[in-house]
């Protein structure tokens, strides 16, 4: 059973080690199907007629019991049909689209979600550490499973991390352009308090009033009345910007000053927010380079197995050897007992022959004789 769970946990973390030397973000896309794939019945079918009605009160019929059952409350006598809208936000949240989903409501709903899935497989994590601490022998099925989980996690980590880098560069970009504004505003009051500040009303209403006085001292004609009317005319309106100047610099001066306090915050936001994009890059950096690890972690542990399991299998191999030998019939037949007792009885005639005789060759040859 242990050898089949293994094979099956092989194959499937081959697969994986596989598949996660490349990033592919997993669709989360919770769209309906499209409305040509939804099968709605043929405009041209007729509605079915009702029944006869074959209940028709006769002349001495007792009126027909109302319909509704006395039992049930009023409340839910007038009840009306549940709301589609209601019934697809029970259903399940569609991701908003990013186009009216502000800044902060993005940030908070990738952060929770992510919260979420890591939170389930911790879950899972603690579920392999339990199983392995009850039974010391499935540590070897745990760790491959642990390390695909953590491979797993760091991959969503990666992900989230690029997606919010990506909303605070945008983020970044958008208030880039604020200050652009910002500077262009404050850019034009500056060219309005230069403008003012050129202005030399005093000298022009000195040169109307010598014209006027000059057109005086002329004789009266209707040319020069008319002359002099625009000149008194000129020196109106010259008294007038005389006194409204003062106040259209202050103003100015005032919009420049506070256009540029507000210049120096955007800046700030901005590099606050490129500084947080650049944190999610490098985080994002990190967990790649994490699930690079896990991912020969995780081969490691395969050819681990797959070396386990050939050990396993010589040693129940080795422990069931068993040797042919030669049965006793052959054993007795190729060292019987009398052989051996002939040769000793030929080795005693022998020795005794050279202690009586002395002649070795003669001895000898009286023993192969016999």
Wanted: aromatic residues 2%; charged residues 30%; negative net charge.
């Amino acid at each position: 059973m242990k050898r089949a769970w293994a094979l099956t946990l092989i194959s499937c973390v081959t697969a994986v080690v596989a598949l996660a030397q490349e990033q592919g973000p997993a669709s989360t896309d919770g769209s309906p199907p499209p409305p040509e794939t939804i099968a709605t019945p043929p405009a041209s079918a007729p509605a079915p007629s009702p029944p006869p009605d074959t209940t028709a009160p006769g002349p001495e019929s007792s009126p027909a019991p109302s319909e509704t059952p006395v039992n049930v409350p009023p409340d839910t006598q007038n009840a009306t049909a549940p709301d589609p809208a209601s019934e697809t936000g029970a259903q399940g949240a569609r991701e908003v689209p990013l186009d009216i989903e502000s800044f902060d409501a993005r940030v908070r709903r990738r952060m929770d979600e992510f919260s979420q899935r890591h939170q389930q497989r911790e879950r899972e994590m603690a579920s392999y550490d339990r199983a392995s601490g009850a039974d010391p022998s499935l540590g070897r099925f745990a760790d491959p499973r642990k390390a695909q989980v953590e491979l797993s996690d760091e991959l969503d980590r990666e992900q989230t991390s690029e997606e919010l880098a990506g909303d605070y560069s945008e983020r970044a970009h958008d208030v880039q352009g604020k200050v652009q504004v910002l500077q262009d505003f404050i850019a034009r009051r500056r060219q309005t308090l230069g403008e003012l500040g050129n202005q030399n009303g005093a000298a022009h209403r000195s040169d109307l009033e010598v014209a006027l006085a000059n057109l005086a001292r002329q004789p009266e004609s209707p040319e020069t009345l008319e002359e002099m009317r625009e000149i008194d005319r000129r020196l109106s309106e010259a008294d007038r910007a005389q006194k409204e100047v003062p106040a259209q610099l202050a103003q100015a001066q005032q919009e420049a000053t506070d256009a540029a306090e507000e210049l120096t915050k955007l800046k700030a936001l901005a590099q606050s927010y490129e500084k947080e994009s650049k944190a999610f890059t490098a985080d994002a950096l990190s967990a790649r380079q994490n699930r690079l690890r896990l991912a020969n972690r995780l081969e490691y542990y395969v050819v681990r197995a797959q070396a386990e399991d050939v050990l396993e299998q010589g040693r129940k191999a080795m422990e069931s050897v068993q040797h042919l030998s030669a049965s006793p019939e052959v054993e007795s037949a190729l060292n019987g007992s009398g052989s051996s007792a002939k040769s000793d009885v030929e080795l005693q005639q022998l020795r005794a022959c050279i202690q009586e005789s002395g002649d070795v060759k003669a001895c000898r040859g009286r023993v192969h004789q016999e």
